[in-house]
């Protein structure tokens, strides 16, 4: 048995009951445990136990929607399967992908091979120790076509969302440029003026807009209505019908008002709001897009040869070699193995300073190069990448749901089947009352021109309940929550900000409590030196301790040996170097045998320290000669973090308790937390000890933990947020709530405000939302709100939600 996540692209959702539609029909099915759909995003995922994707595609289409298969994501017993999915591209037909699939099954080491031409995919399973992805993509080249190694499906879904906005947008613009002369001569005709075969221009007309326009609504909202999954389609697909019916039973000699203009104005409005809303959406999902375009599109790969070959970075695989110049970005993730430079990760990590990199360091594909030239061995390809790793963050942030849409969500689920009920009683109320809804009518007509109380009573009942189909709104709840969230994922990620869940995000602005780990999260996790104490010259005794420490590699050495080369300090060359692991050092330099360790390393030779300097902490490291003379001692510090104290205070200021558990000694632990004027502080503690601490101080509190994310995982996982900071290219990895990308402690207090901001907009949203449907249903059932008006309304509504979401992009931490 294995967990699977799939996700699927979507087609053919209009509003928020699509979306509560396709999840119930997709948690159906036997093995979903968890499904997310996404109507800005379009995306479904789901969770469950050994999924097919075909299965999952049928039912969404059994609902009335479109489906295509994005990604699969099996457990890691499947993944070293090495089962992977390949863009193919030149197919034009079957023939062809059969002639990929042969090309494919032909390489030795290639187990199994499914060429898909409806999806242009190749679903192939290798033996990695036979053949090669670079192997495939040259056999399937001489069959005629490309094999995509590192197509990331991310970049199309862009492409395809640009096409939609293209489609929206020339849509609208034919409706109206047939709509926009058909309104004037409805108004000409209305004023008195005779115009000829006007009932006949009019259907004519609006056939084209409402039926060849507007085809897409009609067919979604005739699938709805045949598969019971009513939605905001349904209410304009019936708002447009009936209008359409009532000019061609006008022309048949009906006593009823001719409305198929109106029905055709209806869906002009529609069209402007799709356009209005996708261009909006768009918007929204920016900071997602501005991630994608920073994949870099060539690399100087060096061959075998030791010759540079510029290459489509969807070709490189792990272990490829690249030579990165100055002002070049790293074209995939790395690791540096000649070379020295400069590297500038703002845009991933937030952090505006750039960063030395040398032989051994990790670099970020998409970041830029700024000083020199490097040779960097590559570690990650195409999805592997850290930039796909936190886009995919980002979007399946962007996909969960915040608790408080939970109650939007069945308000959604009722929604449409309360409208059509409002809406059939309306066309009673005015058909079966009509000396009360003649009364509305007049004083109606007193303030507003589009009331007219000459209607017959059927004229009016229609005119009032198309009215109130078109102007209810559910796209407007179902885009509060969404909208925000996306809008506010995405600046999160500009400032190195990764929310993982739309419960964190929620939850975040709650926190009254912090717990900080100590190394590695105040502190910078490097060792330096604190104090120099020494009965001889300083420079002479450092450059005797640094020249038989440099035979050493043990942290401590090094910062002795980083100090010294800082002073200037020349080493000597040592001999008779002999090292003993967790005790100390000893070696000759400039014909002087020195003995440098702690305490029992000390007495080993039978020495004794002097009274004064025995009771020092344990991280310092005791000096005397062979002949048992005590040279002096040295302490060592692991350096706080430049703004430390900084966030202190303005998690203070926001009302937050601190807190440091840690297992460092006391000493080091009280030092640190008087310092950054930690509220509370716990030391020597064992991994599950922390554990027991975070348990007593969450009673009665909203506790968040920040730690590396990856010793402190337990933690992490045990606080209501847990927070990973700090933790480089392994971010999909962490056990974290939140992910803040870089090292700079500022992020979470970023992270706090972000949470905050973005749930008052999530609020404000419902709140308009909720208040447009409670005022404008009651004044369409009334009479006194023209078709063509709520539908403008309605569209308004919607963009008004997106647009509100959109100026989270303009906050200032």
């Known amino acids: 048995m294995s967990i699977d996540r799939v996700t699927l692209s979507l087609e053919g959702m209009s509003c928020a009951s699509c979306a509560l539609s396709i999840e119930k029909a997709l948690k159906k099915i036997d093995g979903v445990k968890t499904v997310n759909v996404n109507l800005m995003t379009e995306k479904a995922l789901i969770v469950g136990t050994d999924l097919e994707p075909g299965i999952l595609i049928q039912s969404v289409k059994n609902a009335g929607y479109d489906a295509s298969l994005d990604s699969v994501e099996k457990n890691k017993e499947d993944i070293m399967k090495n089962t992977k999915l390949y863009q193919v591209n030149g197919m034009s037909c079957a023939a062809c992908a059969i002639n990929v699939e042969k090309a494919l099954k032909k390489i030795p080491g290639v187990i199994a091979a499914n060429v898909n031409i409806a999806t242009q995919k190749a679903h192939v399973t290798i033996d990695p120790g036979i053949v090669s992805e670079r192997e495939m993509a040259k056999a399937v080249k001489n069959a005629g076509y490309e094999l995509v190694i590192n197509q990331d499906s991310r970049s199309l879904s862009q492409d395809d969302s640009q096409q939609k906005l293209k489609k929206a947008k020339s849509k609208m613009i034919w409706a109206w440029t047939i709509t926009v002369p058909l309104s004037l001569l409805m108004i000409f005709h209305m004023s008195g003026l005779a115009i000829p075969y006007f009932s006949e221009i009019s259907l004519a007309a609006s056939f084209i807009v409402i039926f060849v326009v ?71 999902s920016e900071a997602i897009k501005k991630l994608i375009s920073m994949n870099v599109k060539t690399a100087n790969l060096i061959d075998d040869n030791g010759d540079i070959v510029s290459i489509d970075t969807k070709n490189l695989v792990v272990g490829d ?88 969500d069945k308000v959604i689920g009722v929604f449409v089947p309360f409208v ?45 309940s198309v009215a109130t189909l078109v102007v209810a709104c559910p796209c407007a709840l179902g885009l509060a929550t969404p909208t925000a969230l996306m809008v506010g994922s995405g600046l999160g990620a500009s400032h190195g900000i990764l929310i993982r869940t739309g419960d964190a995000l929620q939850g975040a602005k709650d926190i009254d409590t912090v717990i900080f780990d100590k190394t590695g999260t105040l502190t910078t996790g490097k060792i330096g030196l604190s104090e120099i104490h020494s009965t001889i010259d300083k420079s002479e005794f450092l450059r005797l301790v640094a020249s038989v420490e440099n035979y050493s590699e043990h942290p401590l050495s090094e910062a002795i040996i980083d100090y010294a080369k800082s002073a200037n300090i020349v080493l000597e060359n040592a001999v008779n170097v002999e090292i003993n692991p967790g005790l100390g050092i000893k070696g000759t330099v400039l014909n002087k045998t020195i003995i440098i360790g702690n305490a029992n390393y000390i007495k080993i030779f039978g020495f004794s320290l002097p009274k004064d300097v025995i009771d020092q902490d344990k991280t310092s490291s005791f000096v005397m000669d062979i002949n048992g003379n005590y040279l002096g001692y040295i302490t060592f510090k692991d350096a706080l973090k430049e703004n430390a104290k900084k966030v202190m205070l303005e998690l203070k200021n926001m009302g937050i308790r ?28 064992m991994p599950q000890e922390k554990l027991e601490h975070i348990k007593k101080l969450q009673q009665g509190h909203v506790v968040a933990m920040v730690g ?17 900071i700090g933790s480089g ?17 500022e992020a979470l207090v970023k992270a706090i405000k972000l949470s905050k901001v973005t749930f008052n907009k999530i609020k404000q949203n419902l709140f308009w939302a909720f208040i447009y449907n409670i005022i404008a249903i009651p004044i369409a059932a009334l009479g006194l709100l023209h078709p063509a008006i709520a539908e403008a309304a309605m569209a308004a509504s919607s963009v008004n939600v997106v647009t509100n979401s959109l100026r989270l992009k303009k906050y200032k931490f």
């Open 321 to 408: 070699v690249v030579l990165v110049k100055p002002s070049q970005a790293v074209p995939a993730d790395g690791i540096i193995i000649e070379g020295e430079t400069i590297i500038d990760e703002s845009m991933v990590t937030g952090e505006f300073l750039p960063k030395t990199k040398t032989v051994g360091d990790r670099v970020i594909g998409s970041c830029i190069n700024q000083f020199g030239v490097i040779k960097v061995r590559i570690t990650s390809v195409g999805e592997d990448t850290f930039l796909s790793q936190m886009i995919k963050l980002v979007e399946e942030a962007m996909g969960t749901k915040v608790p408080i849409q939970r109650f939007a």
């Open 420 to 464: 059509l009920i409002v809406s059939l009683a309306t066309f009673l109320f005015w058909i079966l009352d009509p000396k009360t809804t003649h009364a509305i009518s007049l004083w109606g007509a007193s303030i507003l021109p589009w009331v007219n109380p000459n209607l017959n009573a059927l004229s009016a009942a229609v005119f009032a």
């Open 214 to 284: 507007g085809k897409d609504l009609i067919k979604s909202g005739f699938v709805a209505i045949l598969h019971r999954s009513f939605n905001m389609d349904v209410l304009i697909f019936l708002g447009v019908c009936a209008s359409y019916l009532s000019g061609i039973l006008s022309i048949l000699g009906e006593q009823i008002a001719d409305y198929s203009a109106v029905g055709a104005m209806i869906m002009g409005f529609y069209l402007i709001g799709q356009y209005l809303e996708a261009k909006a959406k768009g918007k929204a």
């Open 708 to 724: 590396d994310g990856i010793n402190d995982a337990p933690a992490l996982k045990q606080a209501n947020i847990g927070i990973a």
């Open 658 to 685: 601190t807190v440091m558990l840690t297992g460092d000694n006391e000493s080091s632990a009280k030092q640190v937390a008087s310092i950054l004027d930690i509220d509370e502080v716990y030391y020597n503690l």
């Open 729 to 745: 290219t392994d971010i999909a990895k962490e056990a974290s709530d939140i992910t803040l990308v870089g090292s700079d402690l």
